[in-house]
Each structure stands twice: as structure tokens, then as C-alpha cells.
């Protein structure tokens, strides 16, 4: 039964409708006796079996031709409920119009709709859901009982309640979405029953069809239905685009172009697109364009798909916006973009956009506006427990940015449900940031005021280490860095972080790299540093890009980082705004330039890897970034950038190193025409590619025979042929890759003819290129050995080889494809009376063209690396590589 109106609210609506005139009790009668029959008419509730006309939807209250009415219909019901009294026909539909007059016509009522849907109407049900969507913020529904409310009044046939969950559960956002759900409510939809208990209402057939359209679309659009099932979506979705139905072109061609429910035909399906396209139909716009990035069913365009999805025609397509933000970032068509694919994530209808938007912010600190639009929708997926929604959240609270950052408490309270959940990655970032600052320096650091006890802490921990989960190993190693839940003892906590990146978590890596770099925990070594980091930015660390960037400064002793990494990367932060290290301001770089490394790369090198930061970061064109840049460039580098310009047509200008606007002008056309720069394999800084053979051997087998061959090379009563045969195993295990025994020959091939009567000048340059650029540790001063290797060449007229030797090590091995590599060794070169000389006629045999004059000389490099980089590979590495694996196997046979 329900509960009476308040006394208070019964007596103004009372007052409300007394005539102003006296009427008699027949005139009453008749009043209220039409006031009934209009609001019957106009207000009659979907699924009342009290019902007397035909059912009309809330949204069907609503004519917004003619908002009179509406309000007309509101006083007439009220007017019909306070002449019926106890009517709950009546009362509902007074409710639902005044409802649908204003989101506060609800106002002190609730309670009331909350005993109508006690009582069973799925209409009542319904406006509880509604109350929570648009109803005043004070109404007192909240999502759970929304939703409990919406799913009951689904499931009792109720067809707005329907379409409501249908689009809930398929788009979100107050459910976690759930495609099988959707499906589901799209077939109940399909299968509707009468609305009213005489009368059909008056869209129940559209909704019929809509619903089965819907459930077609679902079927062969979303993931998660097998064989059968889509080839039942296929089959309504056909019969209704064939017949003309362009609501379902979308579904239609996704099936065509993904083979669901239908044999594959991308070529149908990309002329299909192009024709819609062609015929101004938004919706196509999308697969067009996604086709045409991947080269189904035709050519790959990527430069057409982009333009199609910054178009008009693109920007009203609800699908654009995560395509345009994937060909912003894949670096196939264009540079990275990671700003715009910030911005047009965020702005995106589809809630894994908006998921996907946040590590973007969280890196770039990119302003999009409006800002608590979006925070909302993440906000609304987290609270419903979207996956990924509630960590992406946080991680934006935790970071600096300007609208969402610095919140470290609201952040801490997004990850609190996730953890009470069972959430192990939410579970172990709580226990992180239960401390303000966990920096190296920070010893013992304030714990907030809801930390938990150490005991829990590191039961928590303890837990997820038992259970191999990497963040807990990171979690372990930064309390142990400064003191906290465990002991302090860096040693400790660099292996607790050694654990964590082993097992792939990127933050580690990063940590680690850190220990490596200042020495704590373990010895520094810039080498495990730099391979860290460069793992982390490989796998997206924007904060190990930062580093490998500020690392380039420290770098001219140790001699580890390429051009790439030093100019071209550190650019592209600059480019792309990069701020939290400096790289925001152009100042930051005026050193790179003014000597250093980079010097050693040559003027058009420098120049080339200034140009390439451009592809991979093309926002950096924008004057606003690229004319402060411009300002800092060395007078040499800009005139070497004009020139290139010129040369590859695109200025027809005199290169001065003005860079003026047609300057600027001819650079964007050149970075459009080269295209993005190609990702660098993390090969070609760390390690020959040349090293892998064909026959690798195991490393046990390589250990015992180096073993055998070091302890026979330490005898003192040798015979002849026994140094022989030990000068033969070394050279077998330096032509297989073998740093000690390489560094054993280079050290010692100028000092002993025993070793160059067996050891050729081109394959002791091949051993001495490989130490120069992998810089082993242990092995101090090989440039001055090298250096005297080569002075030992000249005295026994063996430099041609060494000149043959150095080219095909150039092209087999693609470290010394980089300017600022090889510029760095050939500068030891010059030290050596003949080498420079003898790299120009080697080049010359091997067929490369050569311009300059000096064999060491920045023009004969890039025309070397030029050359590799055409060339290809020799092979002579990889033949000596694959014949030593051969002695080594049977050195290792012949002992046992």
C-alpha cells in the first residue's frame, strides 16, 4: 500500500487547485471527471494493469515542439490525484509528468516512489533510475539502488527500463559494461511485451525493431560471442542494411571486414566505406579509415586515413578518436603525437578512451578542458569498477599535473575499494604511498595518518613476494632504500629492485638504473644503468626517457649512448614538451652543443640528428617550440640544415642559418616527406647484431674451453707449437664473440709477432672495433692499445687490411652505424700514422663513393655509414663467427 503524501504537500496541492469560482458538486464531478480522462490519456503508465489508455513512455511525455503541453498535462493529473485521493494510477502518473516537467518535480517524494516500486511498478522502478541520472544531486538514490531499480523494471518487460540497461551495460557508465548483458536486453527489447494491459503504446513496434537491429549490431561488433552467435547477428544485420536500413552500414561492414558471421571480404568492405564516405555518412568514416591504416581490402594509406579523421566528416564520427589517438602514437604515418592523442582521448564518447588517456596525462601534463568533464567520466568508470579505470585514476592523482595531480589523498582513496576487493597492484600501492616521500635521500619518512602498521605492511608484501608479483619486490626494495617497515641496507633494496625488473615492472627498472647510476647498493656501472633504462623506455617509461636524455651530458668518459639517444630522443622531449627535467626550456639544451660528445659525430651529423627529432616528434614544428629552439642552434648546425634542405629540393634559398619562415616552412614538408623516424631496436646500442649465428654454442661449453685455453696460455716452459695452439683456441674464441679472449689479443697483438703471425690485422680490427664500442668492464685504456696495434700495422705494411677490416665492420656491425660511435673511435684513428689514410682506398674497393680527403674526416664517415647502411651486412663477422663455433666444438670434443 502506499504511503500517504506528507500532510503539508496534500494541503498546497489542495490549495493549488481550488477553483478560484465556488462550483457546485456536479460541476466538481465533471471537472475532476475530464482531469482523469485527459491525464489517463497522456500520462498512462507502461505495465499498469489499472491502466485505462495506451501506455506512454517517459520520454514520450516530453514534446519539444510544444513545451506548453506538457506543463498543461502536469496541472491536469495533479488536478485528477487530489480528486481521486488514493488512486495510484493517479499518483504515479502525476509523479512521472511532473518528473518529466523538471528534475525537481520530485521534490520531497522520493519516498513515495520508493514504496510504488515496493509495491511492483516497474515504472516507479524506472524513475528511481532516473532520479539518480538527472534528478537533483539531494534526491538521496544512489548508483546501487539505481541500478538495482533499472534492472528490475528491465526485467519485468518495462521498455524504456530496457533501452536504459541496454545502453548501460553496453556503453556504460554507472555498470561495468558487459557486451553478453547488452546483447541480452537487446533480445528482451526485440521480444517486448504489450505495454498496456488493453492497449499497445504507440512505439512499442519501433522498439521492436530497434531492439533487433541493436541485438544484430552487438553481435557482430562487440567481442566476446562465438561462431554461431554471430552468424545469427550477421543474418539480421544483412536483411536489414540490404534493405536499405543505413543505421546498420557500421555492423555490416565490420562483419565483412572481420569475416563474423560471413566469409571475409575486406574488399567488399573497404568499397562499401569509400562509397558511404563518398555519400557524406559520418559513421564510415572510421572503418574507412582504420582499413586503410592496415592495408585491408587495398593499399595502406595511413596519411589519407589521418587526414579523413581530423576532417568534418571525421570529427562526427563517435569512433574517430581512438583510431586518430592510435595512429598519433604508433609512429607508423606519422611521429609520435602523444599531445593530441592526450587530447582526443579525453574528449572521446567511449570510457576505454577515456582510460586510455590518463598515463598520456600523466606523462605530458597536457590541460584539456573541460577538465572535471573528464575527471567525472573516469571518476564514474572507477566507481563502477571499469578495468584499469580505478589505477588510472589514481596514478593521475599521484602525478603533477596541473587540473588532476597532486592529490595524494584523493588518489588514496580511489585505490581503498580496489584493495578492500582483493586487488593485489592496488593492495601494494596503498602500502607505497603510506609514505610523503620514499626518495633515496628521505630516511625515515612520515607515514600519513591512515597508514597501515608495519606488521600489516609487510605481511601484505611479504604475500605478494611468496606470490612472484613484481611490484611487490619494488615495494620491499624502496622501504629498505630509506628505512621503513624494514631495515635500511641499500645493498638489500638494489636486489629487492633487481627482482622487480627481472620480473618486467618498468618503475623498477628505472630504480635500478638510479642505483647503478650513483652507486647504491652496488657498484656503479654505467653500463647496467643505461641498459635498464633504456628496457624501461623501451616498454613506455616516459621517466626513463627523461633519464637517458640527462644521462648523454655524463657520457663523454664512458662513451655508451648513441646520437640517437643523446640529440635526436633528448629533442623530441623538448618537442613534445617534455618538462619535469628541464626539457620544457630551450636553454636545457644550449650545452649539448657547445662541446661534449656530440661534437664527436661531425657537423651534418649533428645536423641530421637534429632533423630526425623533428620526424619523431613533429609538434616540436609548431613556431611557437621550434623558433626558442632555433635560437640555441650553433650558427654551423643551422647553416648545415639548410643546406640539406636545398639539397634535397624542398628550399631553394642560400643556406645562411637564418631559418626564417621559409626556412620553417621548407623543414615541415621535409619532415612530412621523410616520414616518422622508424623505432630504434635496443640492438643497435647495446650489442652487434652480427653475434648471432647460425650454431650458438652452449655457454658451458664456451667457459670450458676458454678455461683450458687461459690456464694452457699461463705456463712458462710452452713449446713453440703449444703457443701456437693456445694463440689458435684465443683467436677461435675472440672470432666467436669472446670479450676476455678479444681483449687478450688487442692487448697484446703489438707486442707479440708470435700473435701476429696467426692473428690477421683484419680480424685484430674487428676485435678492437667490438672492445672500443662494447667498452667492457675491466678493461681499461684500449684506445691507446688499439692505437699501438695499428702503429704496429703500419710498420708491417698491413694497414689495407685494417682499412678493409674497418669497413666491413661498419656494415656488419650496426653500433658503428652510429655518427657519434664511430666519430668517437676514428678520433682515436688520427693517433695511428697511415690508418686514417687507409680507410678511403678500402672503401673504394668495397664500391662505396667517397668525396672527402680525409679517411677520418666527418665526410668520409657519413659516407661510410652511408654505405653500411645500403650495403647491408658483409658476412664476414657472421662466417667467422659460425667457423669458430665449429673449432670451439671440437677443441671442446678433442679435451674430453
Same mark, same amino acid.
Given at each position: 500500500?502506499?504511503?500517504?503524501?506528507?500532510?503539508?504537500?496534500?494541503?498546497?496541492?489542495?490549495?493549488?487547485?481550488?477553483?478560484?469560482?465556488?462550483?457546485?458538486?456536479?460541476?466538481?464531478?465533471?471537472?475532476?471527471?475530464?482531469?482523469?480522462?485527459?491525464?489517463?490519456?497522456?500520462?498512462?503508465?507502461?505495465?499498469?494493469?489499472?491502466?485505462?489508455?495506451?501506455?506512454?513512455?517517459?520520454?514520450?511525455?516530453?514534446?519539444?515542439?510544444?513545451?506548453?503541453?506538457?506543463?498543461?498535462?502536469?496541472?491536469?493529473?495533479?488536478?485528477?490525484?487530489?480528486?481521486?485521493?488514493?488512486?495510484?494510477?493517479?499518483?504515479?502518473?502525476?509523479?512521472?509528468?511532473?518528473?518529466?516537467?523538471?528534475?525537481?518535480?520530485?521534490?520531497?517524494?522520493?519516498?513515495?516512489?520508493?514504496?510504488?516500486?515496493?509495491?511492483?511498478?516497474?515504472?516507479?522502478?524506472?524513475?528511481?533510475?532516473?532520479?539518480?541520472?538527472?534528478?537533483? #544531486?539531494? +534526491?538521496?538514490?544512489?548508483? @546501487?539502488? %539505481? $541500478?538495482? *531499480?533499472?534492472? !528490475?523494471? /528491465?526485467?519485468?518487460?518495462?521498455?524504456?527500463?530496457?533501452?536504459?540497461?541496454?545502453?548501460?551495460?553496453?556503453?556504460?557508465?554507472?555498470?561495468?559494461?558487459?557486451?553478453?548483458?547488452?546483447?541480452?536486453?537487446?533480445?528482451?527489447?526485440?521480444?517486448?511485451?504489450?505495454?498496456?494491459?488493453?492497449?499497445?503504446?504507440?512505439?512499442e513496434a519501433w522498439a521492436r525493431d530497434w531492439g533487433r537491429k541493436t541485438l544484430g549490431a552487438i553481435l557482430v561488433t562487440a567481442d566476446g560471442f562465438d561462431d554461431a552467435e554471430r552468424a545469427r547477428g550477421f543474418a539480421i544485420v544483412s536483411v536489414l542494411y540490404e534493405a536499405g536500413d543505413q543505421a546498420l552500414l557500421v555492423p555490416y561492414l565490420t562483419a565483412l571486414r572481420f569475416g563474423r558471421g560471413?566469409?571475409?571480404?575486406? #574488399?567488399? +568492405?573497404?568499397?562499401?566505406? @569509400?562509397? %558511404? $564516405?563518398? *555519400?557524406?555518412? !559520418?559513421? /564510415?568514416?572510421?572503418?574507412?579509415?582504420?582499413?586503410?591504416?592496415?592495408?585491408?581490402?587495398?593499399?595502406?594509406?595511413?596519411?589519407?586515413?589521418?587526414?579523413?579523421?581530423?576532417?568534418?566528416?571525421?570529427?562526427?564520427?563517435?569512433?574517430?578518436?581512438?583510431?586518430?589517438?592510435?595512429?598519433?602514437?604508433?609512429?607508423?604515418?606519422?611521429?609520435?603525437?602523444?599531445?593530441?592523442?592526450?587530447?582526443?582521448?579525453?574528449?572521446?564518447?567511449?570510457?576505454?578512451?577515456?582510460?586510455?588517456?590518463?598515463?598520456?596525462?600523466?606523462?605530458?601534463?597536457?590541460?584539456?578542458?573541460?577538465?572535471?568533464?573528464?575527471?567525472?567520466?573516469?571518476?564514474?568508470?572507477?566507481?563502477?569498477?571499469?578495468?584499469?579505470?580505478?589505477?588510472?585514476?589514481?596514478?593521475?592523482?599521484?602525478?603533477?599535473?596541473?587540473?588532476?595531480?597532486?592529490?595524494?589523498?584523493?588518489?588514496?582513496?580511489?585505490?581503498?575499494p580496489l584493495a578492500a576487493a582483493g586487488d593485489r597492484e592496488a593492495q601494494l600501492l596503498l602500502v607505497e604511498t603510506q609514505y610523503g616521500d620514499l626518495g633515496a635521500s628521505s630516511f625515515n619518512p612520515r607515514p600519513r595518518g591512515d597508514a597501515m602498521s608495519d606488521d600489516a605492511a609487510r605481511a601484505l608484501i611479504e604475500d605478494g613476494i611468496a606470490a612472484d608479483v613484481a611490484s611487490a619486490f619494488r615495494?620491499?626494495?624502496?622501504?629498505?632504500?630509506?628505512?621503513?617497515?624494514?631495515?635500511?641496507?641499500?645493498?638489500?633494496?638494489?636486489?629487492?629492485?633487481?627482482?622487480?625488473?627481472?620480473?618486467?615492472?618498468?618503475?623498477?627498472?628505472?630504480?635500478?638504473?638510479?642505483?647503478?647510476?650513483?652507486?647504491?647498493?652496488?657498484?656503479?656501472?654505467?653500463?647496467?644503468?643505461?641498459?635498464?633504462?633504456?628496457?624501461?623506455?623501451?616498454?613506455?617509461?616516459?621517466?626513463?626517457?627523461?633519464?637517458?636524455?640527462?644521462?648523454?651530458?655524463?657520457?663523454?668518459?664512458?662513451?655508451?649512448?648513441?646520437?640517437?639517444?643523446?640529440?635526436?630522443?633528448?629533442?623530441?622531449?623538448?618537442?613534445?614538451?617534455?618538462?619535469?627535467?628541464?626539457?620544457?626550456?630551450?636553454?636545457?639544451?644550449?650545452?649539448?652543443?657547445?662541446?661534449?660528445?656530440?661534437?664527436?659525430?661531425?657537423?651534418?651529423?649533428?645536423?641530421?640528428?637534429?632533423?630526425?627529432?623533428?620526424?619523431?616528434?613533429?609538434?616540436?614544428?609548431?613556431?611557437?617550440?621550434?623558433?626558442?629552439?632555433?635560437?640555441?642552434?650553433?650558427?654551423?648546425?643551422?647553416?648545415?640544415?639548410?643546406?640539406?634542405?636545398?639539397?634535397?629540393?624542398?628550399?631553394?634559398?642560400?643556406?645562411?642559418?637564418?631559418?626564417?619562415?621559409?626556412?620553417?616552412?621548407?623543414?615541415?614538408?621535409?619532415?612530412?616527406?621523410?616520414?616518422?623516424?622508424?623505432?630504434?631496436?635496443?640492438?643497435?646500442?647495446?650489442?652487434?647484431?652480427?653475434?648471432?649465428?647460425?650454431?650458438?654454442?652452449?655457454?658451458?661449453?664456451?667457459?670450458?674451453?676458454?678455461?683450458?685455453?687461459?690456464?694452457?696460455?699461463?705456463?712458462?716452459?710452452?713449446?713453440?707449437?703449444?703457443?701456437?695452439?693456445?694463440?689458435?683456441?684465443?683467436?677461435?674464441?675472440?672470432?666467436?664473440?669472446?670479450?676476455?679472449?678479444?681483449?687478450?689479443?688487442?692487448?697484446?697483438?703489438?707486442?707479440?709477432?708470435?700473435?701476429?703471425?696467426?692473428?690477421?690485422?683484419?680480424?685484430?680490427?674487428?676485435?678492437?672495433?667490438?672492445?672500443?664500442?662494447?667498452?667492457?668492464?675491466?678493461?681499461?685504456?684500449?684506445?691507446?692499445?688499439?692505437?699501438?696495434?695499428?702503429?704496429?700495422?703500419?710498420?708491417?705494411?698491413?694497414?689495407?687490411?685494417?682499412?678493409?677490416?674497418?669497413?666491413?665492420?661498419?656494415?656488419?656491425?650496426?653500433?658503428?652505424?652510429?655518427?657519434?660511435?664511430?666519430?668517437?673511435?676514428?678520433?682515436?684513428?688520427?693517433?695511428?700514422?697511415?690508418?686514417?689514410?687507409?680507410?678511403?682506398?678500402?672503401?673504394?674497393?668495397?664500391?662505396?663513393?667517397?668525396?672527402?680527403?680525409?679517411?677520418?674526416?666527418?665526410?668520409?664517415?657519413?659516407?661510410?655509414?652511408?654505405?653500411?647502411?645500403?650495403?647491408?651486412?658483409?658476412?664476414?663477422?657472421?662466417?667467422?663467427?659460425?667457423?669458430?663455433?665449429?673449432?670451439?666444438?671440437?677443441?671442446?670434443?678433442?679435451?674430453?
Open positions: 500500500m502506499a504511503r500517504p503524501f506528507p500532510i503539508l504537500a496534500l494541503a498546497a496541492l489542495v490549495a493549488l487547485s481550488v477553483p478560484a469560482v465556488a462550483e457546485t458538486d456536479a460541476e466538481k464531478e465533471a471537472r475532476i471527471k475530464v482531469a482523469i480522462e485527459v491525464c489517463d490519456k497522456g500520462a498512462a503508465v507502461p505495465l499498469d494493469p489499472t491502466a485505462t489508455a495506451a501506455p506512454v513512455q517517459f520520454q514520450e511525455l516530453v514534446d519539444p515542439l510544444n513545451p506548453e503541453r506538457l506543463q498543461d498535462l502536469v496541472a491536469t493529473c495533479r488536478e485528477a490525484m487530489i480528486g481521486a485521493l488514493g488512486e495510484t494510477r493517479l499518483t504515479l502518473q502525476y509523479l512521472r509528468s511532473a518528473f518529466a516537467l523538471s528534475p525537481d518535480g520530485l521534490d520531497g517524494h522520493v519516498p513515495e516512489i520508493r514504496d510504488l516500486a515496493a509495491s511492483g511498478s516497474a515504472e516507479a522502478k524506472f524513475l528511481l533510475y532516473l532520479l539518480y541520472r538527472i534528478g537533483p #544531486a539531494d +534526491a538521496g538514490v544512489d548508483r @546501487e539502488e %539505481a $541500478v538495482t *531499480a533499472l534492472t !528490475a523494471a /528491465a526485467d519485468a518487460g518495462h521498455q524504456s527500463a530496457l533501452r536504459a540497461a541496454l545502453s548501460e551495460y553496453r556503453t556504460g557508465p554507472n555498470v561495468v559494461r558487459d557486451p553478453k548483458r547488452a546483447a541480452a536486453y537487446a533480445e528482451s527489447m526485440m521480444n517486448l511485451p504489450q505495454q498496456g494491459p488493453r492497449l499497445a503504446g504507440a512505439s560471413t566469409p571475409q571480404d575486406a #574488399a567488399r +568492405a573497404r568499397d562499401l566505406a @569509400e562509397r %558511404a $564516405v563518398a *555519400a557524406g555518412r !559520418a559513421s /564510415a568514416v572510421s572503418v574507412l579509415a582504420g582499413m586503410l591504416a592496415e592495408g585491408e581490402g587495398g593499399t595502406v594509406d595511413g596519411n589519407r586515413a589521418i587526414a579523413l579523421l581530423i576532417g568534418d566528416l571525421g570529427r562526427r564520427d563517435r569512433g574517430s578518436n581512438a583510431l586518430l589517438a592510435r595512429l598519433y602514437l604508433d609512429n607508423r604515418f606519422t611521429g609520435p603525437r602523444p599531445r593530441d592523442a592526450a587530447r582526443v582521448l579525453a574528449v572521446a564518447r567511449d570510457l576505454d578512451s577515456i582510460i586510455a588517456a590518463a598515463p598520456l596525462l600523466v606523462d605530458y601534463s597536457e590541460r584539456i578542458g573541460p577538465a572535471h568533464v573528464y575527471e567525472n567520466r573516469l571518476e564514474k568508470a572507477a566507481e563502477v569498477g571499469e578495468p584499469g579505470a580505478a589505477m588510472a585514476l589514481a596514478r593521475l592523482r599521484f602525478s603533477n599535473h596541473p587540473d588532476f595531480g597532486n592529490d595524494d589523498s584523493g588518489a588514496r582513496a580511489v585505490l581503498a615495494v620491499k626494495g624502496r622501504f629498505q632504500r630509506v628505512g621503513v617497515v624494514y631495515p635500511q641496507d641499500d645493498a638489500a633494496a638494489t636486489q629487492s629492485l633487481l627482482a622487480a625488473a627481472d620480473r618486467g615492472d618498468v618503475e623498477a627498472m628505472v630504480l635500478l638504473g638510479a642505483a647503478y647510476d650513483d652507486g647504491l647498493g652496488t657498484a656503479k656501472n654505467p653500463r647496467e644503468r643505461l641498459r635498464w633504462w633504456r628496457e624501461a623506455a623501451r616498454l613506455g617509461s616516459f621517466d626513463a626517457r627523461e633519464k637517458l636524455a640527462r644521462a648523454f651530458t655524463f657520457d663523454s668518459f664512458d662513451k655508451l649512448m648513441t646520437l640517437r639517444e643523446g640529440v635526436t630522443e633528448r629533442l623530441a622531449l623538448y618537442n613534445n614538451g617534455g618538462s619535469s627535467l628541464g626539457f620544457g626550456t630551450p636553454m636545457e639544451l644550449l650545452g649539448m652543443f657547445s662541446g661534449g660528445r656530440a661534437r664527436d659525430a661531425g657537423t651534418a651529423a649533428l645536423a641530421d640528428a637534429v632533423m630526425d627529432a623533428f620526424r619523431l616528434a613533429p609538434a616540436g614544428l609548431e613556431d611557437a617550440r621550434l623558433v626558442p629552439l632555433i635560437r640555441v642552434l650553433p650558427d654551423e648546425i643551422r647553416v648545415a640544415i639548410e643546406a640539406q634542405l636545398k639539397r634535397d629540393g624542398f628550399f631553394a634559398g642560400s643556406p645562411e642559418g637564418v631559418f626564417g619562415p621559409e626556412v620553417r616552412a621548407a623543414l615541415a614538408k621535409w619532415v612530412d616527406a621523410s616520414g616518422p623516424l622508424p623505432d630504434e631496436d635496443v640492438v643497435a646500442a647495446e650489442g652487434p647484431t652480427s653475434a648471432e649465428t647460425a650454431t650458438t654454442l652452449p655457454v658451458a661449453l664456451v667457459d670450458r674451453v676458454r678455461d683450458r685455453v687461459f690456464m694452457a696460455a699461463m705456463r712458462k716452459d710452452l713449446t713453440e707449437a703449444e703457443r701456437n695452439d693456445v694463440i689458435t683456441g684465443l683467436n677461435a674464441l675472440a672470432a666467436y664473440g669472446d670479450i676476455p679472449a678479444r681483449w687478450a689479443l688487442v692487448r697484446n697483438y703489438h707486442q707479440a709477432s708470435f700473435i701476429r703471425d696467426i692473428v690477421t690485422a683484419a680480424e685484430i680490427t674487428r676485435y678492437g672495433l667490438d672492445i672500443l664500442v662494447t667498452r667492457p668492464e675491466g678493461v681499461e685504456k684500449a684506445e691507446f692499445e688499439f692505437v699501438f696495434d695499428l702503429t704496429a700495422m703500419h710498420e708491417a705494411g698491413t694497414l689495407d687490411a685494417f682499412g678493409a677490416g674497418v669497413v666491413d665492420a661498419v656494415r656488419d656491425d650496426q653500433r658503428l652505424q652510429d655518427p657519434l660511435t664511430l666519430g668517437s673511435i676514428t678520433q682515436q684513428f688520427i693517433f695511428a700514422p697511415g690508418a686514417c689514410d687507409a680507410i678511403q682506398p678500402a672503401m673504394q674497393a668495397a664500391g662505396a663513393s667517397v668525396d672527402g680527403d680525409d679517411g677520418c674526416g666527418e665526410v668520409v664517415m657519413q659516407a661510410l655509414i652511408a654505405f653500411a647502411r645500403s650495403a647491408g651486412a658483409s658476412g664476414v663477422d657472421a662466417r667467422a663467427r659460425e667457423a669458430a663455433a665449429a673449432e670451439l666444438a671440437r677443441l671442446d670434443a678433442a679435451a674430453k
